[in-house]
Each structure stands twice: as structure tokens, then as C-alpha cells.
């Protein structure tokens, strides 16, 4: 499972930080919940600049060439994550 490390300034600018192959030399983690479980619990921010990559959106990123496709997809990946996750908080 691929998961995009993203942080959000306070001018509301995105800033990506790492890409993460979150899948274990064994393969018992396929989805990536074990490493998605340490990093909630490391990191100040309890998951929150961490977007996992939908199977869909890795496909086209594996097959998009074109510099700005790619950061549109990012984009839009990082910009629903974040969505989803201020609606959900209280």
C-alpha cells in the first residue's frame, strides 16, 4: 500500500514530504493498517497528513508520464484525504 506523507502550512500551502511503501518484506500487511497503526501513534499529528493511495489513483500514477498529471493526482488525493478527515473530526 502506497500512503503520501503530506504537511499543511499555516498559509493553508501543501507540502509533500514522502512517498511510503507501507507493504512488509513479508507481505503480511498488505493495506498497510500495521504501519498506518505506528505511524497514528508516533506522530503528533494522529494520522492526519497521511493519505493512503486508492488502487485506482496507484494505476495512474504508474502510468502517467507527465509531470503536471502526476501532481494534479497527488493533489487530488492528498486535497480528498484531507476533506474526509475535517469532516470527520468533532
Known amino acids: 500500500m502506497l500512503f503520501i506523507e503530506y504537511?499543511?502550512?499555516p498559509n493553508g500551502e501543501i507540502e509533500l514530504?514522502?512517498?511510503i511503501n507501507a507493504?512488509?518484506?513479508?507481505?503480511?500487511?498488505p493495506d498497510g493498517e500495521a504501519w498506518l497503526a505506528w505511524r497514528?501513534?508516533?506522530?503528533?499529528d494522529q494520522g492526519l497528513g497521511c493519505a493512503p493511495v486508492p488502487a485506482d489513483d496507484l494505476?495512474?500514477?504508474e502510468t502517467?508520464?507527465?509531470a503536471e498529471a502526476l501532481q494534479d493526482i497527488v493533489?487530488?488525493?492528498?486535497?480528498?484525504d484531507r476533506a474526509t478527515k475535517e469532516s470527520a473530526a468533532p
Open 7 to 9: 504537511d499543511v502550512t
Open 17 to 19: 514530504l514522502a512517498l
Open 23 to 29: 507493504v512488509d518484506e513479508d507481505r503480511d500487511d
Open 40 to 44: 497514528r501513534s508516533t506522530f503528533d
Open 59 to 61: 494505476a495512474l500514477l
Open 64 to 66: 502517467t508520464e507527465s
Open 75 to 80: 493533489e487530488r488525493i492528498i486535497l480528498a
